[in-house]
C-alpha cells in the first residue's frame, strides 16, 4: 500500500495520476465512513419509527432547505437528492398522497412546479429533524457555523 501515484480509476478508461494516500488518510477515510454509516442507520430507524422512509424524509428537509424560501422545485431536490427527476417525481407523488407535501405553480415560470410542505409534513419534519440534530452532535461540523 505505498506508492506515488495510481494510474487512472478502475473501470474508467481514464488515464489520470493521482497520490495514493498514506495510513493516517486511510484511517481518517475509514473513521469518515463508520461514522457516516452510522449515522445513516441511526437516520434510517428515525425515519421507519415514524412511518416514512428516510428518502422521504430528505426530501422533506431539502424542501426547507433552499436560503430564504420554503419550496423547492422537483430538479432541485432531484439534484440534492442525487436522484433521477422521473424518479423523483414519483416520490414527490407518494409525499403528496401521504399529505405531506404539496404541488403549486410557480408564479414567475409556469412550467415549473414548486413543492411545498403541508402543516403534517412540516409536523414531521420538525419532529424527525430535532431526533436527527440529537445524531448530529457527534458530528460537531453540522452546525459549526449555524445558529438555531
Not at 481518517?28 to 424524509?57: H, V, W
Not at 422545485?73 to 416520490?91: C, H, S, Y
Request: aromatic share 8%; proline share 3%.
Amino acid at each position: 500500500m505505498t506508492g506515488t501515484h495510481q494510474e487512472g480509476h478502475m473501470n474508467s478508461g481514464k488515464s489520470t495520476k493521482r497520490a495514493l494516500p498514506g495510513k493516517r488518510e486511510l484511517e481518517a477515510m475509514s473513521a469518515f465512513r463508520y461514522d457516516l454509516r452510522k449515522f445513516l442507520r441511526a437516520s434510517e430507524e428515525i425515519a421507519n419509527a415514524a412511518g416514512i422512509t428516510t428518502l422521504q424524509y430528505q426530501l422533506l428537509l431539502h424542501v426547507c432547505g433552499f436560503p430564504d424560501r420554503h419550496w423547492a422545485t422537483v430538479g432541485e431536490l432531484a439534484e440534492r437528492l442525487q436522484a433521477a427527476p422521473n424518479g423523483t417525481a414519483a416520490l414527490v407523488s407518494r409525499c403528496e398522497a401521504a399529505g405531506l407535501v404539496t404541488r403549486k405553480p410557480d408564479p414567475a415560470d409556469r412550467r415549473q412546479v414548486q413543492v411545498h410542505l403541508t402543516a403534517k409534513g412540516e409536523k414531521f419534519l420538525l419532529e424527525l429533524a430535532a431526533e436527527h440534530k440529537a445524531v448530529y452532535g457527534a458530528f460537531g461540523w453540522v452546525f459549526d457555523e449555524v445558529g438555531s
